[in-house]
């Protein structure tokens, strides 16, 4: 069975509608176009031709045959006057013979190529000059003699004469087919806002956003798609609360034996009759340590999934208060290593999901404790920064190698020659929370180039949803 070829790139609505509409309502106004040049031009060389034609008949009127039989053509003065007014300039004229003989006129002008019919004939010629001519023929009979009549005029005056009329009818013409192509792109334009408002609108919302979308503010037209939209939506929707109440259960199921496992070994190490196997005691409760904290940074790092995160989830979260609370919790701990744990706060709010910078803070603490050596310092801050807010904690401990920073923000990654055991997941929760706060995470260097500064800035516009 041959695979189906991928479709093709569906385009741009825009563009689609523009080619439908555009393409041939361009031929149509290139037609109209057409359509009236002819009709001014055609009528102005017919007028054109009639009074060349008149004037034919003026000339012919004035045609002599002698007694000699000599034939003569000579218009009077005010005659010849007139018709150099009617006609813009005096017309050129040729007589000659049914023989093809000039008997009087201007000699440049072309002699009929063949018998002419009876009447009047129209040509055009290119005179030795090279100008442009218009020719009228006319056949009449003079004493019962046949001749021929040409009279001729410059096509230049013509154009001369119609250019005025033909410009102002095709430039009207032309800014009639900018105004329709003007129209046409305003009312595409317009007609797609409620679409580009309803992109605009799926665009600006977050992983965790799956509320339905408000099907009165789009067109008929793709009420369908919204509707499907919200469908998916509920779908989704649903998936996420079944996959936070799963790992919520989760974590209460193996929280609690885990905690039972521990507190039985905390029994057993310290029963008298357990002393030939207490040192296994203990490696098997610190082992078990690890293992429960273990699981718990793994549940914790399935929460912070941005599939897994609502909208409703977010809340205004109190920066100094968050920070003396994970002070308050490590305290006993960083007194037990002699280590100096502080805090530098200002007031800072963020909307934010509370309980995931709790863990984030709670991760960066743990490992400022772990890697800082008794006697050491350990510094928790926040505050608001350039229209942001900011969290950081500081230690003066061995720090991380720049080259080493980046690999330690991935999962089940250490720093080379780190001490003790760790999972290697800490920094990668943080990395996850944070991208899930839209906020940015820098890992840097103490003060005076020692230790550790990590630091995660949250953008202005969370410091303005959480006012």
Same mark, same amino acid.
């Given at each position: 069975m041959n695979p189906r070829p991928d479709p093709a790139p569906a385009g741009s609505v825009a563009r689609r509608l523009l080619t439908v509409l555009l393409v041939p309502l361009g031929g149509l106004l290139l037609l109209a176009l057409l359509f009236d040049?002819?009709?001014?031009?055609?009528?102005?060389?017919?007028?054109?031709?009639?009074?060349?034609?008149? *004037? *034919?008949?003026?000339?012919a009127a004035y045609v002599r045959e002698a007694a000699d039989g000599r034939v003569t053509l000579e218009l009077p003065p005010p005659v010849a006057a007139q018709l150099a007014a009617t006609q813009g300039s005096r017309p050129r004229y040729a007589l000659y013979a049914a023989d093809g003989l000039l008997l009087s006129g201007d000699r440049y002008l072309p002699a009929p190529a063949g018998p002419l019919r009876e009447g009047f004939s129209f040509s055009t010629a290119v005179l030795q000059s090279g100008e442009r001519m218009r020719i009228v023929w006319y056949r009449f009979q003079a004493s019962q003699r046949p001749l021929w009549l040409a009279v001729a005029e410059p096509i230049g005056d013509r154009e001369e004469a119609t250019r005025p009329l033909v410009t102002a009818t095709l430039t009207l013409d032309v800014l009639q087919i900018v105004a329709v192509v003007a129209l046409v792109l305003i009312g595409v334009r317009r007609g797609l806002r409620p679409l580009l408002e309803f992109r605009d609108e799926l665009a600006s919302r977050s992983a965790g956003e799956l509320e339905p979308l408000d099907e009165r503010r789009v067109p008929i037209e793709i009420k369908p798609l919204v509707s499907s939209l919200n469908a998916l939506l509920a779908r989704v929707r649903g998936a996420a609360e079944a996959h936070q109440k799963f790992v919520? @259960?989760? %974590?209460?199921? +193996?929280?609690?034996?885990?905690? &039972?496992?521990?507190?039985?070994?905390?029994?057993? /190490?310290? #029963? %008298?009759?357990?002393?030939?196997?207490?040192?296994?005691?203990r490696a098997v409760r610190e082992g078990l340590k690890r293992l429960a904290h273990t699981a718990h940074q793994l549940l914790t790092l399935a929460r912070a999934e941005g599939s897994a995160t609502l909208e409703r989830d977010f809340?205004?979260? #109190? +920066?100094?208060? +968050?920070?003396?609370?994970a002070v308050t919790q490590h305290l006993d701990r960083a007194? /037990?290593?002699?280590? @100096?744990?502080?805090?530098?706060?200002?007031?800072?709010?963020?909307? %934010?999901? /509370?309980?995931? +910078?709790?863990?984030?803070?709670?991760?960066?603490? #743990?490992? %400022?404790?772990?890697?800082?050596?008794?006697?050491?310092?350990v510094t928790l801050r926040c505050g608001a920064l350039a &229209? &942001?807010?900011?969290? /950081?904690?500081?230690?003066?401990?061995?720090?991380?190698?720049?080259?080493?920073?980046p690999r330690v923000l991935e999962r089940f990654q250490r720093a080379a020659g780190a001490p003790g055991v760790g999972s290697g997941l800490g920094l990668a929760i943080v990395s996850d929370i944070v991208a899930l706060h839209g906020a940015r995470f820098e890992l840097g260097s103490g003060q005076h180039g020692r230790g550790t500064r990590a630091r995660v800035e949250f953008p202005a516009e969370r410091l303005r949803e959480a006012g």
């Open positions: 040049y002819l009709v001014v031009v055609g009528p102005m060389r017919s007028t054109f031709d009639r009074s060349l034609t008149d *004037a *034919a008949m003026v000339f919520a @259960d989760a %974590a209460h199921q +193996l929280r609690t034996p885990l905690a &039972g496992m521990q507190a039985q070994l905390e029994l057993l /190490e310290r #029963d %008298a009759e357990a002393l030939p196997v207490r040192e296994r005691v809340v205004t979260v #109190d +920066l100094p208060r +968050l920070v003396e609370e007194l /037990e290593k002699r280590i @100096d744990l502080g805090a530098e706060t200002a007031p800072a709010a963020v909307r %934010a999901v /509370e309980w995931l +910078l709790r863990e984030l803070l709670s991760n960066l603490l #743990d490992n %400022a404790l772990n890697y800082t050596p008794g006697g050491g310092v &229209g &942001g807010a900011f969290l /950081e904690v500081e230690d003066d401990g061995p720090g991380i190698p720049p080259q080493e920073r």
